[in-house]
């Protein structure tokens, strides 16, 4: 009888353990999947970076390039860094390049994109360096702005790369397109604000017609980049909100918003050559206000990234 009732209690032990180890197994499935779920997030994002960077980077060639051509005499640190600007640039693009191999041996979008993308590139690098080959007193504002306009053509051209990579993300994570609409944003965003500078840039040595073009375009441009300041606004504080944001937030507000666009505002207005700063003189001061986008920017990527790791873990 004793033997009987050990025999069933234990019989009931291994049904409790083992149902035990069902409820958990089963409790933890939804764990599991929902980390690999995240986990494929992440690693989808930072395939997004390099094209992400690979835009920012290529925007970021116009200001050494600019100064390169403004120089009213040869300066060997103003070649390095538009060298070092243009190398980090080809390095990312080829970083792109490996990141993306499936989707662009498969899509031929993707792979057109790209070679169009390295062929305006290298268009604009020419046009640059043609200018910067000149003696300073034989530059023509007319050369220098058709080197800086295929600059924009560039650009223009690995956004369009850049929403590219971003569809072929989203179709394998469709979780990840609040942060790629909000990254991208930033990106966007902080391209017309580089945008906004060459339109002083280029009016500097304009005449009084052409200076009326490029007031005309650079107020274009300032709208759009309102536009993109609300609508970022609006994305962050619905999905990323946090201390460190805000404060960059206010810091672009401050120093380049209260300051750096105003500068350019009032600079692009002066009719008077003589009361005009020279274009590298512009540049410093410029740069030192954009310094605040390019903080929210970078910022913007690394809180996504955190975000996503924090919820995969």
């Known amino acids: 009888m004793r033997a009987s009732i050990q025999k069933i209690q234990l019989t009931g032990t291994i049904v409790i353990a083992a149902s035990s180890i069902l409820l958990a197994t089963l409790a933890a499935v939804p764990s599991v999947s929902n980390y690999l779920r995240y986990r494929a997030n992440a690693a989808q994002l930072t395939r997004f970076e390099t094209a992400l960077q690979s835009a920012w980077l290529i925007s970021a060639e116009r200001g050494p390039a600019n100064n390169l051509m403004g120089a009213p005499a040869p300066d060997p640190k103003l070649v390095e860094g538009l060298a070092a600007a243009r190398k980090a ?139 993109l300041k609300a609508s970022l606004i609006n994305y962050t504080a619905a999905y990323l909100s946090t201390p460190g944001l805000d404060k960059a937030f206010q810091d672009m507000e401050t120093y380049y918003f209260g300051q750096a666009l105003r500068y350019a505002q009032n600079t692009i207005v002066i009719a008077m050559p003589s009361a005009q700063p020279s274009i590298l003189e512009f540049s410093r001061n410029y740069i030192a206000g954009m310094r605040s986008s390019d903080t929210l920017r970078d910022l913007i990527l690394s809180e996504t990234r955190a975000r996503l790791e924090k919820r995969k873990n």
Do not use: C, H, W
């Open 89 to 227: 640039t080809d390095d990312k693009l080829s970083e792109l390049e490996v990141s993306f191999t499936e989707e662009i041996k498969t899509q031929p979008e993707l792979a057109k994109s790209l070679a169009e993308t390295r062929q305006k590139l290298a268009q604009s690098r020419e046009a640059v360096d043609r200018v910067a080959a000149l003696p300073s007193s034989t530059r023509s504002q007319s050369a220098m702005s058709n080197a800086i306009l295929s600059m924009f053509k560039a650009a223009d051209s690995v956004n369009l790369l850049r929403g590219k990579a971003a569809r072929a993300v989203i179709k394998v994570t469709p979780d990840v397109a609040i942060d790629i609409a909000m990254t991208g944003t930033a990106g966007v965003m902080r391209d017309r604000i580089g945008r906004l500078g060459s339109y002083v840039v280029m009016s500097l040595r304009a005449n009084r017609q052409d200076k009326l073009g490029y007031r005309a375009k650079f107020d274009n441009e300032m709208q759009g980049l309102l536009s």
